[in-house]
């Protein structure tokens, strides 16, 4: 399998969860430090690792990451679209070629991670893509009009390919899954105009969390799956009332995204470059974040749990029929 976006963050939680089962695993990134450091980690919980430095706003060196995998470990089976970046501002104040780079990586960064994972997976009819998505995927917030609008365009061209699969009839299987606020390091290193350190919008989660979500969703054919109770409020409500959110959001979505400490304006970001740093998982909010999720529980157990209803109400039906009949 590969994973983009790995040195790092949920990336990386990705690349451990699948190593625990004993994946082979591709890890493609920026930073080949952090990568190498991924792929310690991945060897020592069971799996094996290959550092792929790429970066995927270059379809070449997407494509060549996946010829790379191929000959290394054979047929890629799974390829995890997770990369991202974002920029924290307001959209007045952003630059053509800021909105432009995010764009590439987070929104084109998953077609060209799709395209090299289907040039591979269609022929041989069979594989999975999982796209990395999110509650902005739904519901856009203020401040990330950029990474808003990718997310978005991630669920529209995919839904786009899945009529294409279907009309093909193909075995290969693309899913999406659906995330709230995470506790990574993004929230260091992204680029920010706002006054005070941005911070993901409460309750956070543990990208841990995340991470076992979508090894799940590798064994199942879900066609989208949403990862905590926020995430299943966010998409269900902008359905419902968007125009109450774009108000509230409006209201609320400035101070929900900054904690209450000072902005560093000369602080590196990693728009245009890696970041220096060893960073791994877990972002500065631990103390506020979430290590489970009752809602991901639900989804995972979703057919047990009505067999088990059905049972009861078939059980309560024929109690009440030989009530009756006495």
Aim: glycine share 10%; charged share 20%; proline share 7%.
């Amino acid at each position: 399998m590969v994973i983009t976006g790995a040195s790092a963050g949920l990336g990386r939680a990705i690349a451990h969860a699948f190593a625990r089962e004993g994946a082979n695993i591709g890890l493609v990134a920026r930073n080949q430090e952090r990568l190498e450091a991924a792929r310690g980690e991945v060897e020592r919980l069971g799996g094996k690792g290959l550092v792929l430095p790429a970066d995927v706003a270059d379809p070449q060196q997407v494509e060549q990451a996946a010829a790379r995998m191929e000959e290394e470990f054979g047929p890629i089976e799974v390829w995890v679209n997770n990369a991202m970046t974002s920029v924290f501002s307001p959209f007045d104040q952003m630059t053509p070629e800021e909105f432009r780079r995010v764009t590439e990586v987070t929104y084109l960064g998953a077609v060209h991670g799709t395209m090299a994972a289907l040039k591979r997976m269609l022929p041989r009819d069979r594989g999975m893509v999982i796209q990395v998505g999110s509650a902005l995927s739904e519901r856009s917030i203020p401040l990330q009009s950029a990474y808003c609008g990718a997310k978005h365009g991630m669920r529209g061209f995919t839904d786009s390919i899945r009529c294409e699969l279907i009309h093909n009839e193909s075995r290969v299987h693309l899913t999406m899954v659906q995330l709230p606020a995470m506790n990574t390091p993004q929230f260091a290193w992204v680029k920010s105009r706002l006054p005070n350190k941005p911070q993901p919008v409460p309750p956070i989660f543990q990208p841990e969390v995340a991470a076992d979500a979508i090894v799940w969703a590798s064994h199942h054919r879900r066609r989208e799956i949403y990862v905590g109770m926020p995430t299943v409020k966010a998409m269900w409500g902008n359905k419902l009332v968007a125009g109450f959110a774009d108000w509230y959001l409006g209201r609320t979505g400035y101070k929900s995204q900054q904690t209450g400490e000072p902005e560093d304006p000369q602080r590196p970001s990693n728009l245009w470059e890696s970041v220096p740093g060893p960073f791994a998982t877990h972002g500065s909010f631990d103390d506020r974040s979430k290590w489970n999720s009752p809602q991901v529980w639900l989804v995972k157990n979703k057919w047990a749990l009505l067999t088990v209803a059905a049972g009861l109400a078939a059980g309560a039906t024929l109690g009440a029929k030989a009530r009756r009949g006495g």
